[in-house]
């Protein structure tokens, strides 16, 4: 079972840029998919991005051209580094991994963990 720790959430100006990091634990890292959700107040938790273990990565269309997630296999860290940030992108951002590399997608229920969750928090 893999467990995730996100980290560096905070506040920002619209216009700035975040990187947060989503450290994994408890088994094999490369081999599963990883991705990023986030949920804004009143609204369903929705997704980010994802990167597959094969290497290829995908995006919601609103945050396509600013947000990139990348990972780093050695560390077993997950980033999604986020540019231009809008007012619309402050969310609780959760990490998710996949149980297995066949499974992952746009869907919270292909993922089988979860971490805790960052705050971001962008204003004008």
């Known amino acids: 079972q893999v467990q995730l720790v996100e980290s560096g959430g905070g506040y920002v100006q619209a216009g700035g840029s975040l990187r947060l990091s989503c450290a994994a634990s408890g088994r094999t890292f490369s081999n599963i998919n990883m991705a990023w959700f986030r949920q804004a107040p009143g609204n369903e938790r929705e997704f980010v991005a994802i990167?597959?273990?094969?290497?290829?990565?995908g995006y919601a269309d609103s945050v396509k051209g600013r947000f990139t997630i990348s990972r780093d296999k050695l560390k077993n860290t997950v980033y999604l580094q986020m540019n231009s940030l809008k007012l619309a992108d402050t969310a609780v951002y959760y990490c998710?991994?996949?149980?297995?590399?066949?499974?992952?997608?746009?869907?919270?229920?292909?993922?089988?963990?979860w971490g805790q969750g960052t705050q971001v928090t962008v204003s004008s």
């Open positions: 990167s597959w273990s094969g290497g290829s990565t």
């Open positions: 998710a991994a996949s149980s297995s590399p066949y499974s992952g997608g746009t869907q919270e229920h292909q993922y089988a963990t």
